[in-house]
């Protein structure tokens, strides 16, 4: 599973680049338009895998961060004036998501901290 996750953020990435890259530069958005559902398709994908390791994503900082990151894509559709600046926070909080430290990425908004055993 793990290397199934690793393949689809790597394609997520990817086809995120070439989609936010494109942007930047000011592209039509027909010829960009095949990365933007890639990077649709990829993110459904991920948290597909997201939901099947851990149910309870949703409501933990990794979750959270995923809902953040949605909520500015629909911004995208509903400001499309704020294109860039919203992919640059869409960028960003992508990189905190993926990157945070592992007691803020399962703290969770209904349970707390996360408790874990400790080894004798």
């Given amino acids: 599973m793990r290397w199934l996750n690793i393949a689809a953020r790597t394609l997520h990435v990817a086809f995120a680049a070439a989609l936010f890259g494109g942007f930047v530069l000011t592209v039509p958005f027909v010829r960009l ?15 597909a895998l997201e939901w099947l390791t851990d149910c309870r994503w949703w409501h933990r900082g990794k979750g959270l961060l995923i809902w953040l990151h949605l909520g500015l894509c ?18 960003i909080s992508g990189c905190i998501g993926s990157h945070m430290p592992r007691r803020f990425r399962h703290w969770s908004m209904r349970d707390g901290w996360e408790q874990r055993e400790k080894s004798g």
């Fill in 74 to 91: 629909l911004l995208i559709h509903l400001l499309p004036q704020f294109t860039v600046p919203l992919l640059w926070l869409i960028l």
């Fill in 33 to 47: 338009e095949p990365y933007h559902w890639l990077a649709i398709v990829s993110g459904i994908v991920l948290i």
